[in-house]
């Protein structure tokens, strides 16, 4: 019986499982650009890595533009991984423990300023640690607390309206 679901490929009537460069025999593990386009079986000319992985000579073709997506993606990605990220830094820390806190609101937006910190300023995750306790108990406006959180669109609003205090 054929899957009912909808994969937002456009990668014709073979679903998700099926991407070209997961059903290769050869197929290897890597984050190296050029192994994912020897994964493909295709050099590095743009016809050649259409052809391989969507069976067209135009890249640009609007039903090769999900597939491409998908074949070039690398196996494994990490943004805290320096050889996996630009510069080789990674910008964002690992997850980080908030234990029976309902503070993840807090989490979240601290892991978002970090990695747009270290993004912009082109350094390692570990030259930047903001502390989500202070964002999540003492800066956000209403306070937030273990036992009652904060929603995230919420403390978004607050963060771009300048209520987040310094």
Known sequence: MPCSYATGLLYKGKGLAAAFNATRSTYRI???????LGNLGAGL????????????????????????LLALTPSAYSSNNPA???????????????DRCFACVGFALT????AAINVYKQQSWQKL??????LSFCKLYPRASCDTGAFYDDAVEWV???????
Do not use: H, M, W, Y
Request: net charge negative; glycine share 6%.
């Open 84 to 98: 996996d990220t630009p510069g080789r830094r990674g910008s964002v820390s690992p997850a980080q423990n908030q």
């Open 111 to 114: 892991a978002a300023a970090e």
């Open 45 to 68: 000319n743009l016809t050649q890595i259409a052809q391989a992985a969507c069976g067209v000579k135009d890249i640009t073709d609007p039903e090769c533009v999900d597939v491409l």
């Open 160 to 166: 771009n309206e300048g209520r987040v205090s310094k």
């Open 30 to 36: 890597s984050r190296n650009k050029r192994a994912i």
């Open 129 to 134: 640690n903001l502390s989500e306790q202070d």
